[in-house]
Every structure is written in structure tokens, then in C-alpha cells.
């Protein structure tokens, strides 16, 4: 089932994220976010959970500005990968975004992570840019990528 979270359940969703990210520990400071990093985010933003016999296994942050939505950290717990789950989160993310009348939905990954465009690539979206970053959060300047997909 993929439903709305709650604030509630912040500390879930950042251990989620944060162990589906744990791959990035090679160019990442730190953890991906923090339970407080999630509430705040949910006070303007939405996050998506997947739950399966009344656990979370799954979470995606879903954004909306004006006709364009956004979806960032999709995270799947490691017992749950490869079945689906990930483009569930997706599609419930986009099918949010389109009945708030969003009519391109939009996301970005780090280059680093070359296993990730070919999979958003399947999913229809296509590589709009390729940006260099010198964000704090990373130990060293990458390039990210930014995908987009119409509704």
C-alpha cells in the first residue's frame, strides 16, 4: 500500500533514505537526512510511503511548483528491492503531482550514480542537464544529472 506519511513517522522514512543511500558514502558528508531534516521538509512537501504488513519499506519527497512536480530521495529497504516497489513509489509520486495539475514531473541524481539514469530512462524520463555541484553535503564538486518526464 503507498499512502501519505506522516509527521510521525519521520524517523522511519530518514532511516529509509539513509540506508538506501548509504551507496553516496563514497562522495557524501554524513547521513542523506535526519528525521528533523524530513519533518521540516514535510511542512511544505509531501513524502509517499510504501507499507507492507504494517512497516514502512519504502518512501519518496514529492514537490510541487506551480505546473512542474519534483520527486527526490526514493528509497526502498534492501529486502524489498527489485520487485517493483521503487517504480510504484514513482508512479503514485507522479499521479500526485498530475492531480495537483502538474504537467511535467521533474528529478535529479548524482552522475556517480550511473546505474540510476538508465532506470529513470525506463520510466520515461529523459536527461535535460548535467550540472557540476560544489554542495557542502558532497566531499568533493560532482556533476548531477536533471531528468524530466511529461504527465
Request: net charge neutral.
Amino acid at each position: 500500500m503507498i499512502r501519505r506519511a506522516t509527521e510521525a513517522e519521520a524517523d522511519q522514512i530518514a532511516g529509509i533514505i539513509n540506508a538506501a543511500f548509504e551507496i553516496e558514502r563514497e562522495f557524501r558528508q554524513g547521513e542523506r537526512t535526519s528525521a528533523s531534516g524530513i519533518r521540516k521538509l514535510m511542512e511544505r512537501e509531501t513524502f509517499l510511503v510504501a507499507e507492507q504488513g504494517g512497516r514502512l519499506v519504502g518512501a519518496v519527497e514529492v514537490r510541487i511548483s506551480g505546473a512542474v512536480g519534483y520527486f527526490g530521495m526514493l528509497a526502498v529497504d534492501a529486502g524489498e528491492r527489485r520487485a517493483g516497489l521503487g517504480r510504484a513509489l514513482v508512479e503514485a509520486a507522479e499521479e500526485h503531482c498530475r492531480r495537483a495539475g502538474c504537467n511535467v514531473m521533474t528529478m535529479s541524481t548524482g552522475e556517480d550514480r550511473t546505474e540510476l539514469v538508465p532506470y529513470y530512462e525506463k520510466m520515461g524520463y529523459r536527461v535535460t542537464a548535467t550540472e557540476r555541484s560544489d554542495n557542502p553535503a558532497f566531499k568533493r564538486a560532482i556533476r548531477i544529472v536533471k531528468m524530466e518526464k511529461g504527465l
